[in-house]
Each structure stands twice: as structure tokens, then as C-alpha cells.
């Protein structure tokens, strides 16, 4: 990101409170789609954007400059989110009634009621290829940006897009290609 | 265009207007900065725990450090008197070797030999400083 520079560049000359003021705005959509990419639960994803953002502000007089910062931020947005999806599957179980009525209920959030059908399906997807299709449309991101927030290869992420698609035109009924 | 292409073209603008509304909650910026102000007593609170609890360690290192130096001078002390009792028993003894029998030279090479062998130690010590 081209405004990663300034930042780092004002990281660098002890400027934290100005760098953070720019971090936050550059970065909420992406922190926030990559936790709700791997908790799908908007709530949840809002909670640990914002521990995210505290735990950079905390961290942001460290940060050395080895690793790229977009790197460095996604980094932390995955291992936060992995964590908190490790505590939410240890303190309920999948077959507890109000986890299925959480899962079934996705579609009925505010926010997805637009389209709520396309929503289920996208729910629906395996893990890696939901995150895909989210980090994806979502800002219309280079595919390059969707492997470095997944920390996966660019190659393993086309994988995932192409047969997301292909499976969501199969269940939505859209002419489309097969799944190699 | 065919009527898969356009399928699957109208497929990404859908998935592009779903997935776009895909944001946090106005006033997200206030809500952490909330946050970081809340965090901010906690860590220094933390801090100044921290820092008695590096003031206790430096204090009983200072108490250690007195009791090493007045253990040292003890022992300096009883070693010089000693020799100084003995000296002349310890200027037969040492008949064959060419030093002075002169009890204050003893003395004064026996501090200075301690001095040299517990400099490690005597260095530690509370305002000990040379240069």
C-alpha cells in the first residue's frame, strides 16, 4: 500500500500518534473483513477489530520495519481471529442449539438481507474459500492482497476463487463453468 | 459475450454489492480510541508495579552488597591482626625467602594481596568507584 510508507517512515521517527491516526482509516476495512472472513459473525468481527487496533497502537513503537507493515497488521488480525474462534469452538459445541440457530440466523442479519440467498451459499463455501470470496469482493482487491491477508500463496487463492464461483453459480443457478 | 460469461459476470456484481457493505460500525475510530484510553491506566498500573518491584530487588542487592563489604573488611581485619600477632613466628618461617619481617610491611602486603584477589567483589559495592 503506497501509504504504508508514511507510515512506517513516521513509525520510524517515534511519530506513533500521527502514524496510528492514518493506520486506523487505511486499514479498518481490510482488519475488519479479515476477522469477519474467518469468525463470520459481524459482532465478533467489530470486537476484534477494535483489540486488533489496541493491540497495534500498543505494538506500533516496536514495530522494526522487518516485515512489510500490511504484512505485519494481517498477521495479527489472523492470529487474534484464530484464537478467538479457538475459544468460541471450546466454550460451545456445534451441536448446541444456539450455535445452529447462530448459523442458520447469518442470513438474517441486517446487513445480508439484501441478498440474503447469494449469503447463505457464501456461508455455506469451505473455510479457505469463503475468506476468499469475501477478502475478494469486498474492496475489489488484487488477488496478490487477498493471498498476503490469508497468508497463503497467490496461486493457492485463485484455486479458491475459481471453484467458490463455479459452486455458487451451481447453487444459485447461474449458467457457469464446472469445477475442474 | 456467451450466456456463461454473463452469468457469471452478473455473479461478481452481486457478490461485489454484498460483500462491499462489509464494514465496521460508524464511529469505529472513537470506540477504539475508547479503548486504548481504558487500556492505558491498566498498563500503568502495571508499569509502576513493576518499577517498586525493581526498586525492592535494587534495594536488598544494595543490602547484600553492604553485608558482602563489612564480611570482607571482617576478614581483612583478622587476617591482618593475625599476621601482625604473628610476625615474627611468620618471619622465621619464612626465614629462607627474601622478604622484609618488618610487621607493618607484612600487614600491608596481606591487605593489599586480599584487596587484589576480592577486587570482583569490592567493586560491587555502594558508591565504590576509582577513576
Redesign the interface.
Known amino acids: 500500500m503506497p501509504a504504508d510508507d508514511a507510515i512506517t517512515t513516521l513509525i520510524r521517527a517515534g511519530r506513533a500518534e500521527e502514524a496510528f491516526e492514518r493506520l486506523?482509516?487505511g486499514y479498518?476495512?481490510r482488519v475488519?473483513?479479515l476477522a469477519?472472513a474467518i469468525l463470520r459473525d459481524r459482532g465478533a468481527?467489530?470486537d476484534l477489530?477494535?483489540?486488533v487496533?489496541?493491540k497495534l497502537?500498543?505494538a506500533l513503537p516496536r514495530y522494526d520495519g522487518r516485515a512489510r507493515l500490511s504484512t505485519w497488521i494481517y498477521a495479527i488480525t489472523r492470529n487474534a481471529a484464530i484464537s478467538a474462534l479457538r475459544r468460541r469452538r471450546r466454550s460451545v459445541s456445534l451441536s448446541d442449539p444456539a450455535v445452529q440457530q447462530e448459523v442458520e440466523g447469518i442470513a438474517a442479519q441486517p446487513?445480508?438481507e439484501?441478498?440474503a440467498a447469494?449469503?447463505r451459499q457464501?456461508e455455506a463455501l469451505p473455510d479457505n474459500q469463503r475468506q476468499a470470496?469475501?477478502l475478494y469482493?469486498?474492496?475489489?482487491r488484487p488477488v496478490d492482497e487477498v493471498a498476503e491477508m490469508m497468508g497463503v500463496p497467490v496461486n493457492t487463492v485463485k484455486t479458491h476463487l475459481h471453484r467458490a464461483?463455479a459452486r455458487?453459480?451451481a447453487a444459485?443457478g447461474?449458467?457457469?463453468?464446472e469445477v475442474a | 459475450m456467451s450466456?456463461?460469461d454473463a452469468?457469471?459476470a452478473?455473479?461478481?456484481a452481486?457478490?461485489?454489492?454484498?460483500?462491499?457493505?462489509?464494514?465496521?460500525?460508524a464511529g469505529?475510530?472513537a470506540?477504539?480510541r475508547a479503548?486504548?484510553a481504558a487500556?492505558a491506566p491498566v498498563?500503568a498500573d502495571l508499569r509502576a508495579q513493576f518499577e517498586e518491584r525493581r526498586e525492592a530487588v535494587r534495594r536488598r542487592l544494595r543490602r547484600e552488597a553492604w553485608a558482602n563489604g563489612i564480611s570482607i573488611a571482617g576478614i581483612g581485619i583478622a587476617a591482618a591482626a593475625l599476621v601482625w600477632r604473628f610476625a615474627p613466628e611468620i618471619g622465621r618461617a619464612a626465614a629462607g625467602v627474601p622478604i622484609p619481617a618488618d610487621p607493618v610491611v607484612i600487614a600491608a602486603v596481606t591487605l593489599a594481596a586480599l584487596a587484589f584477589g576480592l577486587w570482583p567483589v569490592l567493586r560491587t559495592l555502594p558508591g565504590f568507584r576509582i577513576g
Open positions: 486506523v482509516p479498518r476495512r475488519f473483513g469477519y468481527a467489530e477489530a477494535q483489540e487496533f489496541v497502537w500498543q446487513d445480508v439484501q441478498d447469494l449469503w457464501v470470496v469475501i469482493y469486498q474492496d475489489e464461483r455458487l453459480a444459485l447461474v449458467p457457469g463453468k | 450466456s456463461e452469468g457469471m452478473a455473479l461478481d452481486r457478490l461485489r454489492r454484498a460483500m462491499h457493505g462489509l464494514d465496521a460500525r469505529f475510530e470506540r477504539v479503548r486504548i487500556a498498563s
